[in-house]
């Protein structure tokens, strides 16, 4: 054949494949979310998400030096916390005491250099496993929780972490706690928003994990966005990064690469995407099934994740990928 293009050339060699790749996903690219426990002795296996614990503070303290040691810094902390601690106003996310602010200041104390994320939401502390304070019809009332997320985005930034990360989707929470982390004095500490976070179905398995998962499945629609909605998500990016948002996330991942590309294209902030529990399960599961190679299905999805616009990825794979890279 006479062609005039014949792109297999640069596919032939691997020296030159590596040349014209595009994206490479990097250790630094990785967020490592962990669950910490505030009743487990150790670590506790969770059913539906193989090889993610939870750990009790002193055993996560020796695996901190572990990830480091491999290559992983930065650590997005989720609270475990025991039913009697739970409340409709999810009040134990105010306490100073509380099972992540502890953890914090710990490996803080011992691992200056680590980046610490923290959740902010009252999910984990909600005897109703809503992400707020329900008002008296039962609807999450959005000013009385952004006024909670400020007060426990101040705890936080006092227990050492380094950014905080709204993750409930009230309206104007990033420019609340933007300003109430300044008037405490914590104008470096940053904002990673859940900006555009979706009413997935892939967040069973993290409901599991920090046991908010009621008998009757719970509906967040009232406040997280509809997966068929693209514009009301670039509003919502668009309304955290005016807010004064440092870093705008898309969540889940995988499902929204649309999402992410338009969030990378339209705005001059860096873009997390968030491979949920679900995205991460499910892979797990094929794999189990024989039906898909992990390794091989993992690094494909981070990689795609980051080819779509995304600087920086939370995902449950960070140890079983950063050991590959
Ligand atoms: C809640 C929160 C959720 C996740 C992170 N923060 C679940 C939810 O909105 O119900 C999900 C993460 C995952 O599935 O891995 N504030």
Redesign the pocket.
Known sequence: MKLSRRPRRIRELNAIKQMVQEFTLRKEDLIL?VFISDHCNGREKIESMPEVYRWSIDSLLEQIGKWQAMGLNSFAL?PCVESQKKCPYGKEALNPESVCYLAAKEIKAHFQDTILIA?L?L?PFTDHGH?GILDSAGKVDNDQTVDALCKSAVIAAESGFDIVAP??MMDGRVGEIRRSLDAAGFEKIAILAYSA?FCSS??G???DAIS?GQKTPID?SGY?LNPANFREAMLELELDEQEGADILMVKPAEPYLDVIKSAKENFSLPVAG?Q???EYSRIWAASKMGWLDLDQCAMESLLCIKRAGADMILT?FAERIASKL
């Open positions: 979310p989720f959740d939401a999910d992400d993750s409930d976070k892939y967040y398995p993290f409901r908010s967040k997280q968030y949920v529990s679900g449950y």
